[in-house]
C-alpha cells in the first residue's frame, strides 16, 4: 500500500510564504513525476507544479517565478516553497505522484493523491 502524507498549508496574508510537503511511503519501486495540483469547489482540480525524476520542472503560468517545486528522491518526498502568494492562491492543495509498485509479478505504474491541505491567503 502506498500513501502520500502532506504537511505545510494553512493561513498567511498577501505576499507571505509558505511551505508544502509531501512523502510518499510504501512498497515502492520508483517514482516517476511527483507535484502539486490545487482546487476550488466546484471547479476542476488543476496543476500547480510537477518535478520529474531528473529534475526537470513544470509550473503553471499563474505561478511561475513564485513557486518552486523540489523533490528528494532518496527520501521520497517533494516539496513547493510558495512566495508572494496572492489572495486567489487560496485553494485545497493536493500532492500527486506517478508511483510503480510490484504487488505480484508485475509492475504496476499509477497515481496516487494526498489527502489535501488548504492554503488561504488573506487580502
Known amino acids: 500500500q502506498v500513501q502520500l502524507v502532506e504537511s505545510g498549508g494553512g493561513l498567511v496574508q498577501a505576499g507571505g510564504s509558505l511551505r508544502l510537503s509531501c512523502a510518499a511511503s510504501?512498497?515502492?519501486?520508483?517514482?516517476?513525476?511527483m507535484g502539486w495540483y490545487r482546487q476550488v469547489p466546484g471547479k476542476q482540480r488543476e496543476l500547480v507544479a510537477t518535478v520529474n525524476s531528473d529534475g526537470t520542472t513544470n509550473y503553471a503560468d499563474s505561478v511561475k517565478g513564485r513557486f518552486t517545486v523540489s523533490r528528494d528522491n532518496a527520501k521520497n518526498t517533494v516539496t513547493l516553497q510558495m512566495n508572494s502568494l496572492k489572495p486567489e492562491d487560496t485553494q485545497v492543495y493536493y500532492c500527486n505522484a506517478r508511483i510503480t509498485t510490484r504487488p505480484i509479478l508485475r509492475d504496476v505504474t499509477r497515481d496516487y493523491w494526498g489527502q489535501g491541505t488548504q492554503v488561504t491567503v488573506s487580502s
Open positions: 510504501g512498497r515502492i519501486v520508483s517514482i516517476n513525476a
